[in-house]
């Protein structure tokens, strides 16, 4: 009687989870003005997709891709990318491509630099068309101004976006341009990269939006604020237009506390009475 063989299966191991794999080389960004870039860039997309969730937005993150990648330690960080049509309020130190249903990133910013511009204009430009898929890719130097960028092509291939007569690039993923601009941002002044909408008006950051707020709303204070004034008398001299008299009398008890006049006084030394003989009358204006 033949005996059945049974073969034991091979032990798949899963592939690492997030919390396994380093966050981040030591390796800090090459100046102040590459951290404060990429943070200007996440402030402004926050802010303009400010009412959406269903994206993410990240700077000098890993973002693994295989696991040979991990064994071989060959990390890739993006100075800047956005990732679309997902969930956006989910925290994460690293972008993996495994735990996020194969997504990977939508819009790629590299921040060049003497020591990393062939690198990005070749290997990782390379990589983020060929495995990444990246739908556009660009660069800009921060000192130099260059800033380039290539868009997937219908044959599967990077092609140049060319830029239109401001010399800015635009991105379908945001629909937005991206283009210079000279300005101060956490303390520093320099040629930035910033979004415009397709007006070309400039997409403010949610710090300038709000302080911009507050100085609109203290200006209308300052010249819409109404100054209350008492006359004592039911008849005085109108200074302008509308006033409003405070009944005391009595019987005038069940009528409405304050009532308006807006009639209108051609003459400023004609006599305003009050429709009770017996109240405080104010005016209210501007001066």
Avoid at 103 to 117: F, N, Q
Avoid at 155 to 160: D, H, I, Q
Avoid at 202 to 226: D, F, I, N, W, Y
Avoid at 256 to 263: A, H, I, V
Wanted: proline residues 6%; aromatic residues 12%; hydrophobic residues 35%.
């Amino acid at each position: 009687m033949l005996q059945e063989a049974f073969v034991a299966a091979p032990v798949v191991k899963p592939p690492p989870k997030s919390s396994e794999l380093p966050v981040e080389d030591g390796i800090p960004m090459e100046t102040p003005y590459h951290r404060s870039q990429m943070n200007l860039l996440i402030d402004l997309t926050d802010y303009h997709w400010r009412d959406r969730t269903d994206y993410y937005v990240g700077g000098n993150m890993f973002v693994y891709f295989s696991e040979i990648q991990v064994r071989n330690r060959d990390y890739r960080g993006p100075d800047f990318f956005i990732v679309k049509d997902v969930d956006g309020t989910k925290h994460r130190d690293a972008w993996v491509v495994w735990q996020e249903d194969g997504r990977y990133p939508d819009m790629i910013v590299e921040l060049l630099s003497e020591s990393t511009a062939d690198l990005d204009k070749t290997v990782k430009k390379h990589l983020y068309e060929r495995t990444f898929r990246t739908p556009e890719y660009f660069c800009y130097d921060l000192f130099t101004q260059e800033l380039i960028g290539w868009r997937m092509g219908l044959l599967g291939e990077y092609e140049p976006i060319e830029p239109n007569a401001d010399g800015r690039l635009w991105s379908s993923t945001l629909q937005l341009w991206l283009g210079t601009w000279q300005g101060g941002f956490q303390k520093n002044t320099i040629n930035w990269l910033r979004f415009f909408d397709e007006n070309g008006e400039l997409v403010p950051t949610a710090e300038a939006e709000a302080e911009r707020g507050t100085r609109s709303a203290a200006q209308h204070k300052k010249h819409s604020a109404p100054i209350l004034r008492r006359y004592k008398s039911p008849a005085c001299k109108p200074k302008l237009n509308v006033c409003v008299w405070n009944c005391k009398r009595e019987r005038h008890k069940t009528a409405p506390k304050f009532k308006l006049s807006t009639e209108r006084y051609e003459d400023k030394t004609k006599l305003c009475v009050s429709p009770c003989d017996s109240v405080d009358i104010y005016f209210l204006g501007t001066a």
